[in-house]
C-alpha cells in the first residue's frame, strides 16, 4: 500500500479541522454558561435589593415609590435576560416586575396562579445557577 503525501495532507487537515470544531464547541459552551451566570446573577441581585427594601421599610415605616420603580426595573430586565434559560422563571419575573410598578392594584388571582415569593424565585435561581455552574 503506497500512502501519499497528499493522503498525509489529507488526514493533518481533517484533524486539524476536527480540533478547531473541539475547540469552538468548548467556547461557545463556555459562553453560554457565562451568559447563563450573568443572567442568574442579575434575579439573585434583584432578589437582594428587594430584601434590603422591605427590611428597611419595616424598620422605617414608610414606601419609597422610586425605589418600588427601580425593582421593578430590575425584576423586568431579570426576566427578560433569563427568558431564553428558563422560561417558567422569567414569567414569574415579569409578575414581580408588574407587582413592585403598581403593588396597590395588585390582582389577588394572579398571586394565586403564580409563586412569586422572593423564596420561591431566589431558591429557582440558585438551583439553576448549582446546575449550570
Known amino acids: 500500500m503506497n500512502i501519499e503525501v497528499t493522503d498525509l495532507v489529507g488526514v493533518a487537515t481533517l484533524a486539524a479541522s476536527f480540533l478547531a470544531y473541539l475547540e469552538a464547541r468548548k467556547t461557545n459552551k463556555n459562553s453560554k454558561c457565562q451568559e447563563i451566570t450573568n443572567a442568574l446573577g442579575q434575579v439573585i441581585s434583584a ?3 428587594t430584601q434590603t427594601y422591605l427590611l428597611s421599610r ?4 414608610e414606601r419609597n415609590r422610586m425605589k ?3 425593582l421593578a426595573e430590575l425584576w423586568s430586565h431579570a426576566a427578560f435576560t433569563i427568558s431564553q434559560i428558563d422560561s417558567d422563571l422569567s414569567s414569574r419575573l415579569h ?3 408588574e ?3 403598581d403593588p396597590d392594584t395588585w390582582n389577588q388571582g394572579l398571586r394565586a396562579t403564580k409563586d412569586i ?3 420561591h424565585v431566589s431558591s429557582h435561581a440558585r438551583k439553576l445557577l448549582d446546575f449550570y455552574s
Open 58 to 61: 419595616v424598620e422605617s415605616g
Open 95 to 97: 409578575v414581580k416586575s
Open 68 to 70: 418600588e420603580w427601580e
Open 99 to 101: 407587582f413592585w410598578r
Open 117 to 119: 415569593s422572593l423564596d
Open 47 to 49: 432578589s437582594e435589593k
